[in-house]
């Protein structure tokens, strides 16, 4: 047998990434989540809203996880300004299908890094007078909750640094990754955000 077809290619696409959280452990962690969502929603049917692109590898599982009937919408938004020069402000480059007034709704995010989307986010949806306004965050980069900006569902806390996989991007790279890894911060430190 021709020795090429025996060994395994190279890793070219995960260089200097450190596993944070594996696949499985994301797995458990989610169907815990969504065990705490089925009990603070049996009797009524929210609306889960995904933020695109990041969250929607979550959304997707979270949604199979969990059994109270409920929606699902997404929306897009990104920050105007670049990584190192960031405005603060958000534009909608996506917005709902269906109309929240009057619903329960649950936001389901990536991670919270600064919390500013997520600020916006809450006021922009609020405006829209929902009657239930909670949050999901896979992962939370905060080091302690901000009472000032509630968070209902924390999946994970990580430290600083820059996580790829499981939906987050680094430059539209790796949101394949069945797991999360932090890469080496120059690489990311070279590279704008996005959502
Ligand atoms: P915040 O507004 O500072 O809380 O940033 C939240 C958004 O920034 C997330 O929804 C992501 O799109 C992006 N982001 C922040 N940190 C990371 C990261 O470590 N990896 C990938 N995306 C990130
Ligand atoms: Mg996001």
Do not use: W
């Amino acid at each position: 047998m021709e020795q090429g077809i025996m060994t395994m290619a190279p890793e070219r696409t995960q260089p200097q990434m450190e596993i944070l959280l594996t696949a499985d452990e994301i797995r458990k962690r989610v169907r815990e989540l969504a065990a705490e969502i089925d009990r603070d929603f049996s009797d009524d049917t929210p609306v889960l809203i995904g933020t695109l692109k990041g969250s929607f590898i979550f959304v997707a599982d979270l949604c199979r996880a969990m059994t109270v009937s409920h929606h699902i919408d997404f929306l897009a938004i990104a920050a105007y300004g670049t990584g190192t020069a960031p405005t603060g402000a958000l534009k909608l480059l996506k917005d709902l299908t269906v109309n929240i007034t009057g619903r329960s709704v649950i936001i389901v995010e990536d991670i919270i890094d600064t919390g500013t989307t997520l600020t916006h986010l809450r006021r922009l949806l609020l405006a829209r007078q929902p009657r239930r306004l909670a949050v999901v965050a896979l992962l939370d980069k905060r080091s302690r909750p901000d009472p000032e900006l509630p968070i209902d569902y924390v999946g994970f806390r990580v430290d600083g640094g820059f996580v790829v996989g499981y939906g987050l991007d680094l430059a539209e790279r790796y949101r394949h990754l069945p797991y999360i890894a932090r890469i080496n911060p120059t690489q990311a430190e070279e590279t704008e955000p996005s959502v």
